[in-house]
C-alpha cells in the first residue's frame, strides 16, 4: 500500500526509487510480477486488489523507477530503521481510511490487466479463480458474521490485538492443529455444530437434544464448553489455564470466541521467537482442551444415551487431558527429524520455545531433550515418574 501511495504522490515524470524492507511485495512487483498477472493475482487473493493498481500505477509513469530490497537486519543504516518506524507508525493510525480511499482511486485504469490469461490456464487456477467470484458475490451468513465478530472481540481481549477477518480464515490452514481441530473451529466459526437450536423443529426424540440434560438448559456450543455444570469441563479448562498461566505470565480467560480464533492469536514478547512460541502454545492448549471436552460431552449424549450414571471421575478427564497434551509434545518431537520429514520438519527452537515454561521438572531436562526419547517429557510426567522411581 505505501508503494502504490508513492507511486501517485510522485510526479509522473520525476524519477522515483523505492526502497522496501518487504521482500514479498519486491518481488511481486519486478521479478513476479508477470507470473501474478498471468493468474489474474489469483494466486493472492488477499492483495490482489492492492497489487494490480500499484502495477498500473507504476506502469503509468514516464520517468524511470526502481524498487529496491533491503533486509530488516542491515546494519549501519539508521535513517532507513527511523523511517520505516514512522512508517508503520501511520500506517496503523490511518490504515483503514487510507485502504479504502486507495482502492477508490481508479486513475491509472487504462495500464490495469485484468483478468488471468488463458495460455496460461490451469483446471486448478481456473477452479479457484471461479470459487473466489462465487464467494464474494454469495452474501454473508448472519451466523458466520456473529461468531467471526465473537472471535475478533475474544482475542482481542486476551492478546490486545484484533484480528482481521481475513486473518482468521487464513489462520485456520495452520499446521499447528489438526485436520479434526481445525474442523472443529472453521465449524464453530460459521455456526455449523448440529446442537441446541438446530433440533428445536424437530420431531421427538431428536428435539429433547437441544436441552442439555445436567442443566435443563438450551445446548449451545457456548454452554457445552463454558457454562455445563459437568465436572470435568472445569477440570479441564483448569488444566489449560494453569498451563497457560505458567507461559504466558498471567491466566487467560477464555470465551467462545477464543476457542474459535485461538489460531489469530499472537502475542508480544522481547524477541519474535518467544512470541511465536507462546501464540504457538495458546492455539494448541485452547483447541486442543476444548475439543476433549466436546469429545466427552458426545461420548454422554450418543455412546451412553445421556446415561445419569455415566461420569468421568476428575482422576480420567485428567489423565485424558495429560494424554491429549503430550501426545502433541511427542509428535513435535517426531517432526523435528530432518532426515525422515525434510523440508516438512519442524523447526527445534519452534518447539522448544512452544512448551518452554510448561514441563514438569524443566530444569532437570538436557537442552537437547528433543534429541534423546528415552527422556521423559510433558506435562504431569512428574507423578509417573516419582512411581516409578519408588
Known amino acids: 500500500m505505501a508503494i502504490l501511495q508513492a507511486a501517485r504522490t510522485v510526479d509522473k515524470g520525476r524519477p522515483l526509487h523505492i ?4 521482500k514479498r511485495a ?7 510480477r508477470k507470473k501474478h498477472e498471468d493468474l489474474g493475482w489469483s494466486d493472492t487473493p488477499e492483495t490482489a486488489d492492492i497489487f494490480r493498481l500499484a502495477v498500473a500505477e507504476l506502469r503509468s509513469r514516464s520517468a524511470r523507477t526502481t524498487i529496491t530490497y533491503i533486509s530488516k537486519n542491515r546494519r549501519g543504516w539508521q535513517e532507513l530503521r527511523d523511517t520505516t518506524t514512522t512508517a508503520r507508525a501511520t500506517a496503523r493510525a490511518t490504515r483503514a481510511a487510507r485502504d479504502q480511499s ?16 488463458l495460455a496460461a490456464m490451469s483446471q486448478r487456477t481456473a477452479h479457484r479463480i471461479i470459487k473466489a467470484i462465487d464467494t464474494a458475490s454469495t452474501p454473508d451468513r448472519k451466523a458466520t458474521s456473529t461468531e467471526v465478530k465473537k472471535a475478533q472481540i475474544a482475542i482481542e481481549r486476551a492478546t490486545g490485538k484484533t484480528p482481521a477477518e481475513t486473518q482468521i480464515w487464513a489462520s485456520l490452514r495452520t499446521k499447528d492443529l489438526s485436520p479434526s481441530l481445525r474442523n472443529f473451529a472453521w465449524k464453530g466459526l ?8 438446530y433440533f ?18 438450551v445446548e449451545s456450543m457456548e454452554h457445552i464448553l463454558f457454562e455445563c455444570s459437568d465436572p470435568a469441563r472445569a477440570l479441564i479448562w483448569d488444566l489449560a489455564l494453569d498451563a497457560l498461566e505458567k507461559k ?12 474459535w480464533g485461538a489460531t489469530a492469536a499472537s502475542f508480544q514478547a522481547e524477541n519474535k521467537e518467544e512470541g511465536r512460541g507462546k501464540a504457538r502454545a495458546f492455539r ?17 449424549r450418543i455412546q451412553h444415551e445421556d446415561d445419569e450414571n455415566w461420569v468421568i471421575s476428575n482422576e480420567e478427564a485428567t489423565s485424558r487431558w495429560k494424554a491429549t497434551i503430550n501426545g502433541r509434545i511427542a509428535i513435535d518431537r517426531r517432526l523435528t527429524n530432518k532426515t525422515r520429514h525434510k523440508r516438512g520438519a519442524l523447526g527445534t527452537k519452534t518447539v522448544l520455545n512452544t512448551w518452554r515454561d510448561m514441563l514438569d521438572n524443566e530444569e532437570g531436562l538436557q537442552e ?3 534429541r534423546h526419547p528415552g527422556v521423559l517429557v510433558g506435562i504431569g510426567t512428574r507423578q509417573r515418574r516419582q512411581r516409578e522411581e519408588g
Open 248 to 259: 504466558l505470565g498471567e491466566r487467560p480467560e477464555p470465551e467462545i470466541g477464543t476457542v
Open 26 to 32: 519486491a518481488k511481486r512487483l519486478t521479478t513476479d
Open 190 to 197: 460459521h455456526g455449523a455444530h448440529k446442537v441446541g437450536e
Open 284 to 300: 494448541i492448549l485452547i483447541s486442543e482442551s476444548a475439543f476433549l471436552i466436546w469429545k466427552i460431552r458426545c461420548e454422554r
Open 19 to 22: 526502497v522496501t524492507n518487504n
Open 200 to 217: 428445536n423443529n424437530m420431531p421427538s426424540p431428536w428435539k429433547e437434544l437441544a436441552t442439555c440434560p445436567r442443566c435443563d438448559t
Open 368 to 370: 537437547d531433550w528433543l
Open 102 to 117: 486507495a482502492l477508490e482511486d481508479k486513475t491509472a485504469t487504462s495500464f490495469d490487466a485484468p483478468g488471468a490469461k
